[in-house]
């Protein structure tokens, strides 16, 4: 498990548990990679 918390700028580690250090470089690079969509997303689901 990871839990992430937006800064206002961009997505910040607040947890991990039992998650590689390889594999959690693949998650870092995936959330950064599609910070835009995740916070579109959810901004349509809870600003509606």
Request: hydrophobic letters at 45%; aromatic letters at 10%.
């Amino acid at each position: 498990m990871a839990k992430f918390d937006w800064d206002g700028t961009k997505f910040v580690l607040r947890e991990k548990i039992n998650i590689k250090a390889n594999d959690m470089k693949k998650i870092q690079a995936a959330i950064d990679e599609n910070a835009d969509l995740i916070i579109k997303h959810w901004n349509n689901h809870f600003n509606n």
